[in-house]
Every structure is written in C-alpha cells, then in structure tokens.
C-alpha cells in the first residue's frame, strides 16, 4: 500500500510537544497562526497567507491576535481584504472591526456585501462580556414543518456556512426558537416524521444581554457544544460555541487570579505586554496599600511605650501579623472561587461563617500552641501567654476577614475577586497589631 | 395550531436563572440531578430514578455527585444494577468503579457484561489525571476502504452507542489511527468518494499518559470537539471530549487559586466541605510559614540596639515589608498564570527577568517617592533618606524573588503554583527586615 504519509504521522507526532506542533504547520491553521505569529514579519505573513486557498486562508487568519489582522489588513488592497472578509467566521468579523480605529473601519465596511455588513454592524453592536458580543450569527436552523429527511438535505446546503450543523434550531415564521435538533437525533429519527415532532424542548439559552460568564456556565453545566442567544423578543440572534466558551473560562479565571494578587485586569499575553503596561496594571494597587498599611504603623505609634519598654515583642511582630493575613487570604481565596464558580452564592454566607469560625478556633489553636513554646524559649511566660492568646485571636479576627469581604464586595455589586490576598493581608496586619500590642500592655502592666 | 407548550416555553424560560433551571428540571437531566441532589433523600432518588427510561436514567445517575451514586448503586438488586451500569457511559461507569470500596466493586463488576468489564478494568487501570483516566472508550471509528455513503450508514449504527459521531476516526487493520473526518465533512463529501481520500492528517492526538492539563489544553488550543487518545503503539483507544475538557480546565484553575493561598489542594465542593477536612488542608501551611518567619523576627532581634535607639522606626515596619510581599505576590501570580496557560515556558525566564528589573525599578521609585513625605513627616531627613532607598531596594527584590520562585519550582519539578502569595510575603518579609534595619543602622550612625 501506497499510504505511508498519513499512516506513519501520528505515531511520528507522539508525544505532542511544540516540535510537533510546527511539523504539523503545513496542515492545521492554530499551527500555522501560530508558526506565522512567531516569525513576526508582515510582508512573510502576507504571502504566506496569499498562498493558501480562502477558507484556509480565513482560518488561520482568524487565529492571529487582533493587532496583528489589523496592521495586516491595513496593507491590503480592496479585491483580497474583500475576500478576506467575506471569508471570516461572523463573529471574528465583529471582533476585527471592534479592535480597528474609526478610519480602518471605514475602509473595512465598503468591503462587504449589505447582508454581511448588516450582519457586522448588528454583532458590534452588543456589548464587550455579553453573550451578544461573543456570538455568531452563523448557525444552522430549520423551520418545524420539514420532516428528517428534509432536514437533512436543508443541512447540507448549510454545511458550508454555519459555525456548526451539530446542533440544529426550530424556528417559527417570527424566527422563535421552538426547539433544538442534533443532528445525531436527525440521522437516527424515521426519514419522514416532521421536526416539530422531533425536537426537544425546552431549550437552554442565553439572552444577548447575559454575562460571557454565564454563557460559559451554562454551556459547562448542561455540555453543550453550542448555546442559542435569544433577543428580547425570544427570537434567535446568534450561538455562542463551546471553544469560544472555554476561551472565556481560561480568560475570567486569569483575571481572577490577577485581581488576586492585587493587578487592575486586563494584561493580555504576559510574554508580550510592555514594561509600562505593567506599570500600570500593578501601581495603583501597590501605592494604594502603601497608604492602607499607615492604619499598622498608627497602631505601633498608639503602643510606642509598650514596644520601648520591651523590645523583645518586636521579634513575634512579623510572625503574629503575617498568619492573620495568611489565614485571611486562603478564607479569601476559597470564597472568590466558590463565588466565581458558582458553587456558593450570596446567601450561603451565614451558615459557611458559622463553619468557618469552628475552622478558624481550630487553626488558632494550633498556631497559639507553636509560637507559645516559642515564646517561653525567648521571652518567658509573660511573652508565652501573650503571643499565643495574640495568635488566636489574629488568626480568628483574619480569617472572618477574609471570609466575609468577597461576600460583602458581592453584596456591594462589586467583583468579590478585588478581597485579593494583599488587601486582606494590611487590614489583618492593622487588626494583628493592636490586637498584639494591646493584649500585651494588658499583661505586662498586670 | 395546538402547539402551546413548546411554542411558549422559551419564552417563559428567559432570563436563564436557577428558578428557570428547576422548572426545567422534568426535561434536562442535569438539572433533575441537581435537584434530586438538592432533596438529599437516597429512597426519594431511587424512587424518581426507577420512573425513568433507562437511558435518561443513567443520565441523570452520570451527573450525580461520585459518593451519591456510590450509597445508590449499593442499594440496588442485582438486576436492576446491571441494567443501570450498562447504560452509564464508559468512562462515568469507570470513575464509579474507581470511587467504590473493593467490596463494592466485586458486586458491581460481575453485573456487567464481559465485553465492559474488560472494557472498564482497561479504563480504570490508567493514574488519576492522565488522558487515559478522562478518557471514554465510546469513540466512532470507520475502516479506511469505506465510501462516504456507506460510512453514513454505519455511523447510522453506532449514533446510539458512541459519545460523538460528529468526529470520525480512521483506523487501520490494526486500529492504528491514520485520520480524522468530521460528519460535516462527510455529508458534503461524494457519496461514492473513500474515505481514505477524504480523511484529514495529521491527527492532533494525545498519548494515555499525557496529563489531563495538557489534553484540556490541546482541545482548547485546536477546538476540538473532541480529541483522540492513542496507546504507546498508536493503536486508538479513546477519546476525551471538550465537556470533559472544560471541567479539567475549571478544577485546574480552582486548584491554582488554593494553591496561591497556600492551600493544600482537592478541597472539593466547598459549601459540602467539612471543618476537619479544611483544618487539615489549610493548617500545614500556616504552621509552615510561622516558622519561616521567624527569619523576619530574627533579623529583628539583631538590630535591637538599632530599633532601642529609634523606635520611630517601627512604624514603617509593616508598610516596608507588605510592599516587598506585595509586589512579589503579583509577580509571583502574573508567573504562575502564565506557566498554567503555556503563555510561558522555562526558557522565557531570562527575558522576562530583564523586563521585570525594569518594571519593578519604576514601581520601586514611585513608591519610594510616595514613602518619602511619610518619612519627612514622621521623622525629619533622615527617616525619608532611610525609608525612601528601603522601599525601592525592598519592591526590587521582592518583585524578582516572586518573578523567579515559581520559575525555579518549575525547573525542580515541581508544581510552579506552590509559590503563593503567602510564602513569597513570608521571604520578601525577612529580606525586607534586614534591607530596611540595615540601611537604618548605616544613615544614622554615620
């Protein structure tokens, strides 16, 4: 057999590595996007482009970062960029024209057809983290009256357009959504039962206006490949797909976990931000603590006499403080991921502060019963009994801290991500400090 | 036309809330299973669960929580069980067997028949987190010398059986992977054309041992709806589908969070986590790290006389040694993200070390400045002179201690995300000690 190529590649390609990635370059477009994304040259990219077939073409084209479709239709002459266009997925379409200023647009535009510029205009229309915004509006329906068979030749005339033909919408004559149809259902139903017999019903779907989160939520629950957005008006606008979806988790969960660490959203591709972007996204927060943690040094000013006239408490000071922020921000940490998954909502908070309390008693404990040894090695009894009861209590106050701030954040409407670990840490360093200083001079005075 | 319900259902469905969700509990078998797991009650549940048709029984039973299913499949008879087991999907059946005590398991395989319990022993054999574990062995897969028509016809065939017939595979005599053909490829293809002809090569693929990360990864990179796994021979032997991928994705993030907390992972479901449960993944750490700071309370004691002499000092103490912490932690997450996502590999880091001196030099003199009318303020001079040059050194090195950990985790093997918040807060603290004490005792004794 004559067949050596396709039999011999997958074993040759295993384990999939970058390496293989390349090799594979010539045959899938993420490859090739990204091979070309890699060499960085516009005039390479704009031949390597020219030299494949237009849907081909399309595809890899849709897979470079927005500033680089941009600067590269910016070099293109009206016939090709015109092609491009018509060529392009119609939601890659809307992302493109977004990203581009008002003069490139204006030249983007002409380009189209008038049912595709239509089309363009309307997606750009809905806002950046909606379902409107993430959509498509190629996606492939049938009218309820068709029988299976019917369908199934309707299909194939649709193959060529839609995002996916594998999941199929009934529409009325208002284009409703009555119902969906896999297209698995279609092959196994008999050839001439009528869909409105066939479909399933009711179905899972988003509005234009709900978040891109949800969106993902809801494909992820109820694993769907694709979701249908409905208008006001219950009538079909678009699909969201389940890759666009898992591109809006990776994307929400990074975010999360810069907010987490206290850096304002939004950095993109961490490889190629710039040094002043950086800057910006990490100074706010940072000068911001700085002034935040002045309520730790009032605290150590207030207890000036206590500290001068026992030097050795300073030694338990970093220590005492920092568990109550530690302990604060894995509360913190656990809430904003539940929260953000969904796994806990707002009125959970009660019942989970009543168990987080038992946590928190129990955490408190065990860190008093460490640093109590270490403070009868280098203080005496007197330091013993004050940095264990300190620790207790730090841990206790930080924890219920940390606990409650991403609910009262939700409560508040704002993103229960900002209760970040740095935030959490100078309020527990406030509270530790004058819980530790007022505890001793407590004792000491005694 | 007497076709109200479906007519209106979308309609009274929007917006998707949980109130929508449960009313639609009666049709989507997720939602009749988070209900019934909402109700709690083991002989309710066997009660609904008898009411369904077998398949929409296993369905509903698949999306149980694994300890559920488990008190489940224990009261069961004998009949009954198989019935329910047959008709679970491979690789839920296999997570099940995986979930049980050995003596349940000895009751639940011999309920299958021969053809899966080879089938599910061969599932359950492969390590927790590997593509082999994710895998379902419910592929389609055509012979290579079948025409497009008759290719149809037998996915026909399998449409009952296989998890996806949107995506084809075609195997050899030897079940060796040569392609991939999607059903919308095949039904816009020539009837009579072969499918050899047809298919698509090279084939993304991933290995039974490729870390469930790195096959999430793969199918979110490619957008594939599902992806092929192969064995060390290259013989196909499952495939992991893009539901299943999503939720690796969301429980990585889920575990990067805690980990970024300095929470041991596998926490679970959070709102069902036990106190002991959560003592015990969180205490490890916090205990750990209070004997890490007694570096800080070290570094202390030795500048004693220092500190005796100005205990003005002291009030800038916490506000010096967070800012180190804190511009660790977002280097530390901007690293940890980005290694997570493969935006950054290994070899990266010399570059970005490079941007980041630039980045948290410029950090470091903003909020030197910010710090300085502090000190001029509270203490005159050369309080400003100390604690202004402190805080640029103090945000240097603990921006690049928390660019570098995670880096050097990642060199060692381990996992890059153990470099969290806490434990960068717990270094950048005692290096700040002696950087800000240090300064101190050289400004003021000359």
């Given at each position: 057999?004559?067949?050596?190529?396709?039999?011999?590649?997958?074993?040759?390609?295993?384990?999939?590595?970058?390496?293989?990635?390349?090799?594979?370059?010539?045959?899938?477009?993420?490859?090739?996007?990204?091979?070309?994304?890699?060499?960085?040259?516009?005039?390479?990219?704009?031949?390597?482009?020219?030299?494949?077939?237009?849907?081909?073409?399309?595809?890899?084209?849709?897979?470079?970062?927005?500033?680089?479709?941009?600067?590269?239709?910016?070099?293109?002459?009206?016939?090709?960029?015109?092609?491009?266009?018509?060529?392009?997925?119609?939601?890659?379409?809307?992302?493109?024209?977004?990203?581009?200023?008002?003069?490139?647009?204006?030249?983007?535009?002409?380009?189209?057809?008038?049912?595709?510029?239509?089309?363009?205009?309307?997606?750009?229309?809905?806002?950046?983290?909606?379902?409107?915004?993430?959509?498509?509006?190629?996606?492939?329906?049938?009218?309820?009256?068709?029988?299976?068979?019917?369908?199934?030749?309707?299909?194939?005339?649709?193959?060529?357009?839609?995002?996916?033909?594998?999941?199929?919408?009934?529409?009325?004559?208002?284009?409703?959504?009555?119902?969906?149809?896999?297209?698995?259902?279609?092959?196994?139903?008999?050839?001439?039962?009528?869909?409105?017999?066939?479909?399933?019903?009711?179905?899972?779907?988003?509005?234009?206006?709900?978040?891109?989160?949800?969106?993902?939520?809801?494909?992820?629950?109820?694993?769907?490949?694709?979701?249908?957005?409905?208008?006001?008006?219950?009538?079909?606008?678009?699909?969201?797909?389940?890759?666009?979806?898992?591109?809006?988790?990776?994307?929400?969960?990074?975010?999360?976990?810069?907010?987490?660490?206290s850096?304002?959203?939004?950095?993109?591709?961490?490889?190629?931000?710039?040094?002043?972007?950086?800057?910006?996204?990490?100074?706010?927060?940072l000068?911001l603590l700085v002034f935040g943690n002045l309520f730790s040094g009032a605290g150590i000013a207030a207890f000036e006499?206590v500290i001068?006239?026992n030097i050795a408490l300073v030694f338990f000071l970093p220590l005492l403080v920092d568990s109550g922020g530690n302990a604060g921000a894995q509360s913190a940490t656990?809430?904003?991921?539940?929260?953000?998954?969904?796994?806990?909502?707002?009125?959970?908070?009660?019942?989970?502060?009543?168990?987080?309390?038992?946590?928190a008693?129990?955490l408190g404990c065990t860190m008093a019963l460490a640093v109590s040894?270490l403070g009868?090695?280098r203080g005496?009894?007197?330091i013993a009994v004050i940095v264990a009861s300190s620790m207790l209590v730090i841990v206790l106050v930080g924890s219920l801290i940390g606990m409650?701030l991403?609910?009262?954040?939700?409560?508040?409407?704002?993103?229960?991500?900002?209760a970040s670990g740095p935030l959490i840490t100078s309020i527990a360093d406030a509270a530790g400090v004058l819980v530790y200083f007022g505890i001793a001079s407590q004792v000491l005075?005694?």
């Open positions: 057999m004559q067949t050596p190529l396709y039999r011999r590649a997958p074993v040759s390609l295993a384990p999939v590595n970058d390496e293989a990635r390349i090799r594979a370059a010539s045959l899938l477009a993420v490859d090739m996007a990204r091979y070309l994304e890699g060499v960085g040259d516009l005039a390479y990219m704009n031949q390597a482009l020219e030299s494949l077939e237009p849907p081909k073409r399309a595809q890899v084209f849709g897979y470079l970062p927005l500033a680089r479709q941009a600067a590269l239709v910016k070099a293109l002459p009206p016939p090709a960029l015109g092609e491009l266009l018509q060529a392009l997925a119609a939601d890659e379409r809307a992302d493109l024209l977004n990203h581009v200023d008002e003069a490139l647009r204006q030249r983007l535009l002409p380009a189209l057809a008038q049912a595709e510029r239509d089309d363009v205009l309307r997606l750009c229309s809905y806002q950046e983290g909606t379902a409107g915004a993430l959509m498509t509006s190629e996606y492939s329906w049938l009218p309820a009256q068709l029988s299976a068979a019917e369908a199934i030749g309707v299909l194939r005339g649709q193959a060529g357009e839609a995002e996916t033909i594998y999941q199929n919408y009934i529409l009325d004559g208002e284009r409703r959504l009555l119902g969906t149809l896999s297209l698995r259902q279609l092959i196994l139903a008999p050839e001439a039962e009528a869909l409105e017999n066939l479909m399933v019903t009711p179905v899972v779907h988003a509005r234009v206006d709900t978040p891109a989160e949800e969106v993902a939520r809801l494909i992820s629950d109820y694993d769907l490949l694709a979701l249908p957005i409905v208008d006001a008006q219950a009538r079909l606008v678009g699909i969201v797909t389940c890759d666009d979806a898992m591109d809006v988790v990776v994307e929400h969960a990074t975010e999360d976990f810069h907010k987490g660490a850096i304002a959203q939004h950095i993109g591709n961490l490889k190629t931000a710039s040094v002043s972007l950086l800057y910006r996204k990490r100074v706010f927060w000068v006499d001068a006239s656990l809430m904003v991921r539940a929260l953000a998954t969904g796994e806990v909502v707002l009125r959970d908070w009660l019942g989970l502060l009543r168990r987080e309390c038992a946590v008693l129990a040894t009868l090695v005496g009894t007197d409650s991403p609910f009262a954040f939700s409560r508040l409407k704002l993103d229960p991500a900002t005075e005694l």
